[in-house]
């Protein structure tokens, strides 16, 4: 199969939320099964942060990156255990609480 039949397999999933299953083969080109198995191969050999940094720095030279209007959200950036905390949390609520024993 194609990289790019694959490749359409995984941007139809990412796109509409499908299950790997319901992938139409007949409009993407390949079967779900496919897309997900080239997927799992891309990520082991670590295709996607590679393409990431390939396709930014072709943004940014072409002048089609503006990252004044960006966000990042833990579908994007991984925050292991909340992340790194600079300073203890402080407490939500106004006293302790009362004993129950």
């Known amino acids: 199969m194609p990289d790019r039949a ?6 139809f999933v990412l796109r509409t939320g499908v299950a790997w299953r319901d992938v139409p ?8 099964v496919t897309a997900w198995r080239r ?3 891309w990520t082991e ?6 393409l ?3 396709l930014l ?7 089609l990156l503006d990252l004044d209007d ?6 994007h950036v991984r925050a292991v255990k909340g992340g790194i905390m600079s300073a203890p949390r402080p407490s939500t609520v106004p006293g302790p609480a009362p ?3």
């Open 57 to 63: 720095t072709e943004l940014r030279h072409a002048g």
């Open 45 to 50: 050999a670590g295709v996607w942060p590679r």
């Open 52 to 54: 990431r940094a390939v």
């Open 70 to 75: 960006c966000s990042v959200d833990g579908s």
């Open 6 to 11: 694959a490749l359409a397999g995984v941007l």
């Open 25 to 32: 083969a007949e409009t993407v080109g390949c079967s779900g």
């Open 99 to 101: 004993s129950t024993i």
């Open 39 to 41: 997927l799992r191969d």
